[in-house]
């Protein structure tokens, strides 16, 4: 009994562990948008979690407890942070190349004042403050590869390149780290731009799947507890894969249908309905001592709400407009993995003892309450 006991501890732990890894927030996703001219001047465009940057954390290393200190402070230490993150951005901001360095020539940073002007928005939700910078910069005339570089805080940054002769590239990048080297061809001696080579359609997929990996592990809290809670009613394995595939494909579906404009659902709608998902199912779980099919149409449901809630942190962001496709079919199938992934660590965790006549009262009981309790104190933040 001593090790049921440790079992569940170690279960809980884990479950109370995401509570402090999860905002009540959505995450935004860093993107840039550059825009490189044939004589080597460019231009970037920068979105991301403002507050979070300031506070040199990442959307979703941060919670709101911080932001809303951040916030509703002295307008002094407000604006103290936001001059120092603008001095984080300018000097880990980098343009390398072939040929040396970039030089960036202005740089149009969020204010206290476009803050202020944020908070006393009832168009958005108070968290978190999406805020753009905007950048112009120069390469050096010799230049035929670049490279770029963004401050780590900024988290992942899904990079797009618009190049001289009307290619474009994309690509995910690590915090903190540098793009691949991107080819360019500058106007040179009267010489006429030529279109790059893009990146293999085989990198761009596996850089998605990367990142659909990390949508799930460690980043998206919710969705984690919405797959512990289908593990812990489902007995047979074959028909928890069928609930997590079924959840997959209506998130890749308004995921889908999201970026293309075709269906928009406001946060404040859908990231409470994201919450009260997962109370739902932990519920039922509490409820029932067994599903059936049913629960596949439920689950459909919810992952279509799921995809909507993703989908307006990404779709600004962006994934490429080259190989769309591709890439959203890479995405996916990385968010199938990480969560495959959190099922085969349950099942290591608590798995074995799965016919145990105690494993409902001992298991499924606490760990559904703690779910549900987690869930519940997502969807008051998110209305409030």
Excluded at 63 to 78: F, I
Excluded at 95 to 110: E, V, Y
Excluded at 170 to 178: L, Q, T, V
């Amino acid at each position: 009994m001593k090790k049921v006991r440790w079992l569940r501890l170690a279960l809980l732990l884990v479950l109370f562990c995401s509570i402090k890894l999860a905002g009540a927030h959505p995450a935004v996703f860093t993107s840039a948008q550059i825009y490189i001219q044939p004589d080597g001047r460019c231009q970037l465009f920068t979105r991301f979690d403002l507050l979070a940057f300031a506070l040199q954390k990442t959307s979703l290393e941060i919670g709101d407890p911080a932001m809303n200190e951040l916030l509703d402070g002295p307008p002094d230490t407000l604006a103290k942070k936001i001059d120092d993150a603008r001095a984080n951005f300018i000097g880990n901001l980098k343009l390398q190349t072939d040929h040396g360095a970039g030089s960036i020539s202005h740089l149009k940073f969020p204010t206290i004042k476009e803050v202020d002007e944020w908070k006393a928005s009832e168009e958005k939700p108070r968290l978190p403050v999406v805020a753009s910078v905007e950048a112009d910069g120069r390469l050096p005339e010799n230049a035929s590869q670049v490279r770029f570089q963004f401050p780590v805080s900024l988290g992942p940054v899904i990079l797009t390149v618009n190049l001289p002769g009307g290619g474009v590239y994309d690509e995910p990048i690590d915090p903190g780290a540098f793009s691949s080297a991107i080819a360019i061809h500058l106007l040179q001696s009267g010489s006429a731009p030529s279109q790059s080579k893009p990146e293999p359609a085989g990198n761009l997929w596996l850089r998605y799947i990367i990142l659909g990996i990390k949508h799930i592990i460690p980043e998206g809290t919710d969705h984690i507890c919405f797959v512990l809670g289908l593990f812990l009613l489902s007995t047979r394995l074959s028909f928890l894969l069928w609930q997590v595939t079924t959840f997959t494909l209506a998130h890749s579906i308004t995921l889908a249908l999201s970026l293309y404009g075709v269906v928009q659902l406001p946060a404040s709608i859908v990231e409470p309905g994201i919450a009260l998902s997962i109370v739902f199912i932990a519920v039922e779980n509490l409820l029932t001592t067994r599903v059936g099919y049913r629960r596949l149409f439920v689950v459909f449901g919810f992952g279509l709400i799921h995809g909507l809630g993703f989908a307006s942190a990404l779709k600004e962001t962006g994934l490429p407009k080259r190989d769309f496709l591709s890439a959203l079919l890479g995405f996916n199938l990385g968010v199938e993995f990480g969560q495959l992934a959190v099922i085969v660590a349950a099942f290591l965790l608590v798995g074995w003892f799965r016919g145990c006549p105690w494993y409902r009262r001992r298991i499924i009981i606490p760990a559904s309450l703690l779910i549900a309790l987690i869930a519940v104190c997502w969807f008051i933040q998110r209305i409030t």
